[in-house]
């Protein structure tokens, strides 16, 4: 059903241009008609695929009016300050929800409305439209390298410290998945695979996005710090800083503020290859989804394993994976063979809407996991854990992004570069040597022609 109900929304994403605006957005500002427009129509919108949902699964139709709830965290975190910092629109709806529920009594009629899985399902699927292998290909084979060693990397050692603290197999995965993909879109995916409580879910939100904002400051104060001691190469330092805080720093728009700080006098190549990177990250939120729902369709009830097969895969694999699959792959191929209007453009109208419709489920799905949490299951000893294997992990997290930066970008990228650049100029210079023989040779002929086949001989 979540998939079902999710095609009308990539549709719509998929003929955004034939919108008035590219379709609906959420705007900076409601001081103008057209911006209570826009907020009516994305309101309209997911509040018609709602009822459907609801009328086809026999839920309750009551309460679904909350979304408007969801607008205004999503209001909220376009306010250009706010933006700035990193605070993404699930915070505030968090925020939001916990301030309902723990300062007022949730009326009756109020409680059908929380479906937080159901709405993060939808927005999963949505979020699969804005996955483009185009942005694999920006990176070129160095970025890709460095995206699969470090989420490896950083993936197994987060499991590992949360583990060994006692945190639960399925918040392990999702802290995993968090700080070694991109944070809040990256818990999500992996949440709803993993079976995270919703409370869990909610705080390890929380936590990325607070960290967030200490990071955006200290990255570039270490790059600028740091990666000179090394190399004195100007080039080479923005990119080596533009690949390590794309790595590390886990959301998107706290890559953009924090890599715009990096190394600026020097120019943009250190944003642009911090977002690239983060970019092609963000590619693999649903490879790593997949292999967890892989590895978890093979465990029986209490933990024990059980023979694979396809049976059993698919009766325990997610579905809506699939459709998030689906979409990633519909949509990167309507990119690549030109069939969206603005295929050459960096940003696409289509992808945008997609983010639009992702972003306001995950805002719904978070006020209503604020509505069901009480403050005090936040601060429990088991959260408090879950915290220290955070930031452990983000600390190896950058150590290990710093190596793999230098590595790739430092050491192995400039060696290529040099051996084309050398292969370009021994290739230039037989060109030349070439001509400057052809030349040569019709001289002499030339001179020889006055004297006839002698002067040829």
């Given at each position: 059903?979540?998939?079902?109900?999710?095609?009308?929304?990539?549709?719509?994403?998929?003929?955004?241009?034939?919108?008035?605006?590219?379709?609906?957005?959420?705007?900076?500002?409601?001081?103008?008609?057209?911006?209570?427009?826009?907020?009516?129509?994305?309101?309209?919108?997911?509040?018609?695929?709602?009822?459907?949902?609801?009328?086809?699964?026999?839920?309750?139709?009551?309460?679904?009016?909350?979304?408007?709830?969801?607008?205004?965290?999503?209001?909220?975190?376009?306010?250009?300050?706010?933006?700035?910092?990193?605070?993404?629109?699930?915070?505030?709806?968090?925020?939001f929800g916990l301030?309902?529920?723990?300062?007022?009594?949730?009326?009756?009629?109020?409680?059908?409305?929380?479906?937080?899985?159901?709405?993060?399902?939808?927005?999963?699927?949505?979020?699969?439209?804005?996955?483009?292998?185009?942005?694999?290909?920006?990176?070129?084979?160095?970025?890709?390298?460095?995206?699969?060693?470090?989420?490896?990397?950083?993936?197994?050692?987060?499991?590992?410290?949360?583990?060994?603290?006692?945190?639960?197999?399925?918040?392990?995965?999702?802290?995993?998945?968090g700080v070694s993909?991109?944070?809040?879109?990256?818990?999500?995916?992996?949440?709803?695979?993993?079976?995270?409580?919703?409370?869990?879910?909610?705080?390890?939100?929380?936590?990325?996005?607070?960290?967030?904002?200490?990071?955006?400051?200290?990255?570039?104060?270490?790059?600028?710090?740091?990666?000179?001691?090394?190399?004195?190469?100007?080039?080479?330092?923005?990119?080596?800083?533009?690949?390590?805080?794309?790595?590390?720093?886990?959301?998107?728009?706290?890559?953009?503020?924090?890599?715009?700080?990096?190394?600026?006098?020097?120019?943009?190549?250190?944003?642009?290859?911090?977002?690239?990177?983060?970019?092609?990250?963000?590619?693999?939120?649903?490879?790593?989804?997949?292999?967890?729902?892989?590895?978890?369709?093979?465990?029986?009830?209490?933990?024990?394993?059980?023979?694979?097969?396809?049976?059993?895969?698919?009766?325990?694999?997610?579905?809506?994976?699939?459709?998030?699959?689906?979409?990633?792959?519909?949509?990167?191929?309507?990119?690549?063979?030109?069939?969206?209007?603005?295929?050459?453009?960096?940003?696409?109208?289509?992808?945008?809407?997609?983010?639009?419709?992702?972003?306001?489920?995950?805002?719904?799905?978070?006020?209503?996991?604020?509505?069901?949490?009480?403050?005090?299951?936040i601060v429990s000893?088991?959260?408090?854990?879950?915290?220290?294997?955070?930031?452990?992990?983000?600390?190896?997290?950058?150590?290990?992004?710093?190596?793999?930066?230098?590595?790739?970008?430092?050491?192995?990228?400039?060696?290529?570069?040099?051996?084309?650049?050398?292969?370009?100029?021994?290739?230039?210079?037989?060109?030349?040597?070439?001509?400057?023989?052809?030349?040569?040779?019709?001289?002499?002929?030339?001179?020889?022609?006055?004297?006839?086949?002698?002067?040829?001989?």
């Amino acid at each position: 059903m979540v998939v079902i109900v999710s095609i009308p929304l990539l549709l719509l994403a998929a003929f955004a241009c034939a919108l008035p605006g590219g379709g609906p957005s959420v705007p900076s500002t409601l001081s103008t008609l057209g911006a209570w427009g826009n907020i009516g129509v994305l309101f309209a919108i997911a509040l018609a695929i709602l009822f459907v949902g609801n009328k086809l699964l026999g839920r309750p139709l009551r309460g679904l009016l909350v979304s408007f709830v969801a607008l205004l965290a999503q209001w909220v975190a376009k306010i250009d300050t706010i933006k700035y910092y990193g605070f993404e629109a699930v915070f505030f709806s968090v925020i939001f929800g916990l301030i309902i529920r723990n300062c007022f009594r949730i009326p009756e009629w109020l409680k059908p409305a929380i479906q937080g899985e159901f709405f993060i399902k939808i927005g999963v699927v949505c979020l699969g439209a804005t996955i483009l292998f185009r942005d694999v290909m920006k990176s070129g084979s160095v970025g890709l390298v460095q995206a699969l060693i470090v989420v490896c990397i950083v993936w197994f050692f987060a499991y590992f410290i949360a583990r060994r603290l006692k945190v639960d197999r399925a918040t392990a995965m999702t802290l995993s998945s968090g700080v070694s993909i991109c944070g809040v879109s990256a818990c999500i995916t992996a949440a709803r695979v993993a079976g995270t409580d919703d409370r869990k879910l909610s705080y390890i939100v929380s936590v990325v996005l607070i960290i967030v904002v200490p990071m955006i400051y200290l990255m570039p104060w270490l790059a600028e710090t740091i990666i000179p001691l090394i190399t004195s190469d100007p080039v080479v330092q923005q990119e080596i800083a533009g690949a390590w805080i794309g790595g590390t720093i886990d959301t998107t728009s706290g890559v953009a503020a924090s890599s715009e700080m990096a190394f600026s006098a020097h120019g943009d190549l250190a944003n642009k290859t911090a977002v690239i990177v983060k970019a092609t990250q963000n590619v693999l939120i649903g490879v790593v989804a997949f292999f967890i729902a892989l590895y978890l369709s093979t465990k029986g009830e209490g933990g024990e394993s059980r023979r694979p097969s396809l049976g059993i895969v698919w009766e325990k694999f997610p579905k809506f994976i699939l459709g998030f699959v689906a979409a990633s792959l519909v949509f990167s191929l309507c990119q690549s063979n030109g069939i969206f209007p603005d295929a050459a453009e960096s940003k696409l109208a289509e992808t945008s809407l997609a983010k639009t419709f992702s972003t306001f489920f995950f805002s719904l799905a978070f006020v209503c996991i604020g509505l069901d949490t009480r403050l005090k299951d936040i601060v429990s000893k088991e959260n408090r854990n879950a915290l220290y294997a955070f930031l452990g992990a983000q600390c190896f997290n950058i150590v290990a992004t710093f190596a793999v930066a230098w590595l790739l970008f430092g050491v192995v990228k400039p060696a290529l570069s040099s051996d084309e650049g050398a292969a370009d100029n021994a290739a230039v210079s037989v060109e030349l040597k070439a001509d400057a023989l052809r030349i040569t040779g019709d001289m002499t002929t030339r001179q020889a022609e006055p004297f006839g086949d002698l002067g040829r001989n």
